[in-house]
C-alpha cells in the first residue's frame, strides 16, 4: 500500500513551512509527495528545495511550472504525477492533525467500496487561532452538507448532494488510484479538481464523508472556500452546474444530465416558464437531482420580472 500526496503552490511562503511540518510529522509519513509550484515569484519553490534537503526526504519531489498554470490545471499536474494507491489533496497554507492519514487509511481498507472520502475540519486564523463560524444547526461540516450528521460517522454522499455544493475542501479529501487514473486521463480542468473528483466518486456510488476533523483550514485574504453558496444568485449557481454537466462528459453517460443543465440554465436566464415548468414534470434528470423547494425556486425565479 504507497500513500501518495498531491501538493500544488503558488507564493505560498508565509504558511508554507508549517503545512510541511505537518505532513513531515504524521504518525504514518507518506511515501511520495508531489508538489507542483505554479511559477511562484516570492521564494516558495526555493524554500522547498531546501526543507526537503534539510530533512533529507526521500520520496518528496517538487515540480516548477515555467508559466502559471492556474490552480485547477497545478492541481490536474500535481494529481496526475502520484503513484500511489491513496492520494491525499494538499493546499499549502493549513495544518494536518498528526493523526490524518493514520485515521484515513483505517477507513478506507475497511471501506473498499470507498473512491474519495471526504473529512471534516476546524478553522484557524492567520495566526493559528481557532475560529468558530456560526452554522443554522440543520447541516454539518460547517455548512457545506445540509443535512444533521453525527460526529465520528462515516457517510455514504450521493450525486444530488455533492452537485448541489461540494460537501469539503480539497485540502480534507483523499482520493483512490482507480479515482486518480480516471480524472488524470480525462479531466478538462472546467471546474475545480476537488469538486470534479467527488461528482465523479459520488455518480459511482463511491463518495463518503467521515466527520471527524482532520486538519486545521486556514481562513486568510488569500484563500476561498465554498461557505457562501447563499450569497450567489439563482444563475449564477445554475451556471456553475452547467459547467459540472460540460466537465462529466468525459466520464461517460451524461449526455441526458448535461442536456438538462443547459435547458435549466437557458430557461433562468431567459425567464421561460413554460420551459421552467416542462423541467418539473416531464425531465426524469431533474427530478433525480433537484430538491422539491429548489424545483419550486426555479419556477418562482422565472416569474420574477
Same mark, same amino acid.
Given at each position: 500500500?504507497?500513500?501518495?500526496?498531491?501538493?500544488?503552490?503558488?507564493?505560498?511562503?508565509?504558511?508554507?513551512?508549517?503545512? +510541511?511540518? &505537518?505532513?513531515?510529522?504524521? !504518525?504514518?509519513?507518506?511515501?511520495?509527495?508531489?508538489?507542483?509550484?505554479?511559477?511562484? *515569484?516570492?521564494?516558495?519553490?526555493?524554500?522547498?528545495?531546501? !526543507?526537503?534537503?534539510?530533512?533529507?526526504?526521500?520520496?518528496?519531489? /517538487?515540480?516548477?511550472?515555467?508559466?502559471?498554470?492556474?490552480? =485547477?490545471?497545478?492541481?490536474?499536474?500535481?494529481?496526475?504525477?502520484?503513484?500511489?494507491? !491513496?492520494?491525499?489533496?494538499?493546499?499549502?497554507?493549513?495544518?494536518?492533525? *498528526?493523526?490524518?492519514?493514520?485515521?484515513?487509511?483505517?477507513?478506507?481498507?475497511?471501506?473498499?467500496?470507498?473512491?474519495? +472520502?471526504? &473529512?471534516?475540519?476546524?478553522f484557524i486564523d492567520e495566526n493559528d487561532n481557532p475560529l468558530?463560524?456560526?452554522?443554522?444547526?440543520?447541516?454539518?461540516?460547517?455548512?457545506?452538507?445540509?443535512?444533521?450528521?453525527? =460526529?465520528?460517522?462515516?457517510?455514504?454522499?450521493?450525486?444530488?448532494?455533492?452537485?448541489?455544493?461540494?460537501?469539503?475542501?480539497?485540502?480534507?479529501?483523499?482520493?483512490?488510484?482507480?479515482?486518480?487514473?480516471?480524472?488524470?486521463?480525462?479531466?478538462?480542468?472546467?471546474?475545480?479538481?476537488?469538486?470534479?473528483?467527488?461528482?465523479?466518486?459520488?455518480?459511482?456510488?463511491?463518495? !463518503?464523508?467521515?466527520?471527524?476533523?482532520?486538519?486545521?483550514?486556514?481562513?486568510?485574504?488569500?484563500?476561498?472556500?465554498? $461557505?457562501?453558496?447563499?450569497?450567489?444568485?439563482?444563475?449564477?449557481?445554475?451556471?456553475?452546474? /452547467?459547467?459540472?454537466?460540460?466537465?462529466?462528459?468525459?466520464?461517460?453517460?451524461?449526455?441526458?444530465?448535461?442536456?438538462?443543465?443547459?435547458?435549466?440554465?437557458?430557461?433562468?436566464?431567459?425567464?421561460?416558464?413554460?420551459?421552467?415548468?416542462? /423541467?418539473?414534470?416531464?425531465? $426524469?434528470?431533474?427530478? =433525480?437531482?433537484?430538491?422539491?423547494?429548489?424545483?419550486?425556486?426555479?419556477?418562482?425565479?422565472?416569474?420574477?420580472?
Amino acid at each position: 500500500m504507497k500513500v501518495s500526496v498531491a501538493m500544488a503552490t503558488y507564493n505560498g511562503m508565509k504558511y508554507i513551512e508549517k503545512q +510541511l511540518d &505537518s505532513i513531515r510529522n504524521q !504518525y504514518i509519513m507518506p511515501d511520495e509527495v508531489i508538489i507542483c509550484d505554479d511559477a511562484s *515569484t516570492d521564494g516558495t519553490a526555493d524554500f522547498i528545495n531546501e !526543507y526537503i534537503e534539510k530533512y533529507s526526504l526521500f520520496g518528496w519531489k /517538487l515540480f516548477k511550472n515555467e508559466e502559471n498554470l492556474g490552480f =485547477k490545471k497545478n492541481f490536474l499536474k500535481a494529481i496526475s504525477l502520484t503513484q500511489g494507491d !491513496y492520494v491525499f489533496l494538499c493546499d499549502q497554507d493549513d495544518i494536518w492533525k *498528526t493523526e490524518k492519514i493514520e485515521k484515513v487509511l483505517s477507513v478506507m481498507e475497511e471501506n473498499k467500496d470507498i473512491l474519495s +472520502l471526504c &473529512s471534516s475540519f476546524d478553522f484557524i486564523d492567520e495566526n493559528d487561532n481557532p475560529l468558530e463560524l456560526l452554522n443554522d444547526g440543520n447541516s454539518f461540516n460547517h455548512g457545506l452538507i445540509e443535512e444533521k450528521n453525527v =460526529k465520528g460517522k462515516l457517510s455514504k454522499i450521493s450525486f444530488k448532494t455533492v452537485l448541489h455544493s461540494n460537501i469539503a475542501p480539497g485540502c480534507a479529501t483523499v482520493i483512490r488510484k482507480e479515482l486518480k487514473e480516471k480524472f488524470s486521463e480525462n479531466s478538462r480542468s472546467l471546474i475545480a479538481h476537488d469538486w470534479e473528483l467527488n461528482l465523479i466518486a459520488a455518480s459511482e456510488n463511491g463518495l !463518503y464523508f467521515l466527520n471527524e476533523s482532520l486538519i486545521l483550514y486556514r481562513i486568510h485574504s488569500s484563500n476561498t472556500l465554498g $461557505l457562501d453558496s447563499a450569497s450567489r444568485d439563482r444563475l449564477g449557481i445554475a451556471r456553475e452546474k /452547467l459547467e459540472a454537466g460540460d466537465a462529466l462528459l468525459a466520464y461517460g453517460d451524461f449526455d441526458a444530465f448535461y442536456t438538462m443543465q443547459k435547458k435549466r440554465e437557458e430557461a433562468l436566464k431567459n425567464k421561460k416558464i413554460l420551459s421552467a415548468l416542462g /423541467l418539473f414534470f416531464g425531465n $426524469l434528470q431533474y427530478f =433525480k437531482n433537484y430538491s422539491l423547494k429548489e424545483r419550486m425556486g426555479d419556477i418562482l425565479f422565472t416569474l420574477k420580472k
